[in-house]
């Protein structure tokens, strides 16, 4: 089993090259499937669990205000110009900044910016939340493909 990552940080690029910065939280990350339940008849001990299709669910990242925060006002105006789903990166960094795991989503939109609470007496964090739309989770390559028999392996060529 691997060492838990304390204090993490999550770097988040765009098609591999557009860098969006470093962020503090990321939350929502996860799916879900709808399940259908089904009675057979004659079948009493149990009901049959219909699997539907898979739903995502938005990806809110957050962090404070600081020089980075220009990236996301270039790629939120060019998405305002016109949308174009593309690819997210979401890295977990460890505190030395080594790569723990990362997530990659396709179908990536913005919907949803939210700028600082501008207080100058307030006593706050100024902090920035990106909420954003895909439609999968990807990268689970080969290997991934394979466990979920996709892929045959066979001696013929």
Same mark, same amino acid.
């Given at each position: 089993m &691997?060492?838990?990552a304390l204090t993490l940080?999550?770097?988040?690029? =765009?098609?591999? =090259?557009i860098p969006l910065g470093m962020w /503090?939280? #990321?939350?929502g990350l996860g799916f879900s499937h709808e399940v259908t339940k089904y009675r057979e008849g &004659?079948? +009493? &001990?149990? *009901?049959? +669990? #219909?699997i539907g299709p898979v739903t995502y669910? +938005? @990806?809110?990242? /957050?962090?404070? @205000?600081d020089s980075d925060s220009m990236l996301i006002s270039i790629w939120?105006?060019? +998405?305002?110009?016109?949308?174009?789903?593309?690819? *997210? /990166?979401?890295t977990?960094?460890?505190s030395a900044g080594k790569e723990i795991t990362t997530w990659n989503l396709a179908g990536v939109v913005p919907v949803k910016w939210q700028g600082p609470s501008l207080d100058i007496f307030g006593n706050q964090v100024a902090m920035e939340t990106l909420e954003i739309a895909y439609s999968e989770i990807i990268g689970? &390559?080969?290997?991934g493909a394979a466990l979920a028999g996709a892929v045959t392996i066979s001696g013929g060529f």
């Open positions: &691997g060492e838990p940080t999550y770097k988040c690029t =765009i098609d591999g =090259i /503090s939280k #990321i939350e &004659g079948v +009493n &001990g149990y *009901m049959h +669990n #219909i669910d +938005n @990806v809110r990242l /957050s962090r404070p @205000v939120l105006a060019a +998405n305002l110009i016109k949308i174009v789903p593309q690819t *997210m /990166s979401i977990a960094l460890d689970l &390559g080969g290997l």
